[in-house]
């Protein structure tokens, strides 16, 4: 199977053939990838090297010409350090752009924390206007950029080289969908999460909720969700900072009695950096962590 970004790199080719709308931005990142690409279409695949804020202003530039941008480098380049024309270039000018990064939260742990960016959804949290797609399978990224490609809004497509063994929701379209249902609780995996909350809730009678599509966040689905099991204990499984969404989920339940609990990627640096794997481990969210912690905080659920 490919890596999501080995899809985004095919699909995006093929995109730019198809329609003269798009151009995209890159700032060394996977530029070989895109070299193809660029013999075809020289004036609408530029590469700003080592440029990130000048990425951003870049594809800022190009929206304010009518023109549809896509903007990829790792997530700690791509979000966090050209935040500021994130903000201004495309949020105060009003126009629309797609980010797509690669690395995630520490899918590249021997580059050090310089190239980890746990608290990228948050960030742009901070902002308005933003949806916010996160795949777990490869199919689920191609359909996601495909769409994305030919809307005009703002968006932020984040890809990571941890995926689920299938995907369950290559259709593109957004809101969550219940996997499992049950009466004691309500656990939100969120894009490669899934498989293990899957295997860490093996038993428990709990309904599951997969999300690819964080932002706008499906308050319907949830609250839908807890009526089901009527109660509104809930676990949010997302693999950046943890506790990004507490704060919508609460909202969508302001009405109802209820319990959220966060988990992610801590707050703390993990300066040994090891494989990706460990870091997942470290972070509690293989399946052994993440049972643990849910037995913990759901009412009657056995450990």
Do not use: C
Not at 42 to 65: C, K, M, S, W, Y
Not at 252 to 266: E, K, Q, S, Y
């Amino acid at each position: 199977m490919d890596t999501m970004r080995e899809r985004f790199v095919s699909t995006t080719s093929q995109l730019l053939d198809e329609d003269a709308r798009l151009a995209l931005v890159l700032a060394e990142i996977s530029k070989d990838g895109f070299s193809a690409a660029h013999r075809r279409h020289p004036d609408r695949v530029i590469n700003v090297g080592i440029r990130e804020q000048l990425l951003i202003g870049a594809g800022g530039g190009i929206a304010l010409t009518g023109l549809r941008p896509i903007m990829h480098t790792f997530a700690s380049f791509l979000v966090e350090r050209p935040f500021e024309q994130v903000k201004l270039d495309f949020g105060h000018q009003g126009t629309g752009g797609v980010l797509v990064s690669a690395g995630a939260s520490y899918d590249w742990p021997a580059g050090g924390f310089t190239h980890m960016a746990p608290g990228d959804v948050a960030l742009l949290d901070t902002l308005d206007g933003w949806s916010v797609q996160v795949p777990g399978h490869p199919d689920e990224a191609e359909a996601l950029l495909r769409q994305s490609a030919a809307r005009d809004d703002r968006v932020y497509i984040r890809l990571s080289l941890q995926t689920n063994a299938r995907a369950h929701a290559s259709d593109g379209k957004p809101g969550f969908r219940a996997l499992r249902e049950g009466r004691g609780g309500v656990v939100i995996a969120v894009g490669p999460m899934l498989d293990h909350v899957l295997a860490a809730a093996e038993g428990l009678d709990v309904t599951v909720l997969y999300a690819t599509t964080v932002r706008p966040f499906d308050s319907a689905a949830l609250r839908a969700a807890a009526g089901v099991q009527n109660a509104a204990d809930v676990v949010i499984v997302e693999p950046y900072l943890a506790g990004t969404s507490t704060a919508v989920a609460s909202e969508a339940l302001t009405d109802v009695p209820h319990r959220v609990l966060g988990l992610g990627v801590a707050r703390r640096e993990l300066r040994r950096y090891g494989r990706m794997d460990e870091h997942l481990t470290a972070h509690g969210l293989d399946p052994r962590g993440l049972r643990a912690r849910m037995a913990r905080f759901l009412p009657g659920t056995p450990r």
